[in-house]
């Protein structure tokens, strides 16, 4: 039992609240963080290609989009509802067939 409980004990005994530095902690943060946040990566990959122009056509439909979207002053009313699409879950085919 004393094995299963060995990692929740106390590392160091200093008087001092400061932990010592581990490199190995680090990296493995920062390895969880990347790969958590590869949509978001991805998401922001496919913007620069839009902003760059690196595909003319979907860039000019954006920008359609975008400046109708002004035109109608529905930019406010876009941004929610997109806000809201994006944290709402996709529905399985399931679900949906019930």
């Known amino acids: 039992m004393l094995w299963y409980c060995q990692d929740f004990t106390v590392r160091q005994t200093d008087s001092s609240n400061d932990l010592p530095f581990d490199q190995a902690t680090l ?4 390895e969880r963080v ?52 994006m944290m709402t879950p996709p529905s399985s085919t399931r679900s949906a067939q019930r």
Not at 27 to 30: C, G, L, N, Q, Y
Request: positive net charge; glycine residues 4%; charged residues 15%.
């Open 34 to 85: 990347l790969i958590a946040s590869a949509p978001w990566q991805l998401m922001f990959m496919r913007l620069r290609d839009i902003y760059r122009w690196e595909e003319p056509r979907k860039t000019l439909v954006y920008l359609l989009c975008t400046l109708f979207l002004i035109h109608v002053n529905y930019v406010g009313t876009f941004g929610v509802s997109l806000a809201l699409c």
């Open 27 to 30: 990296v493995r943060h920062v």
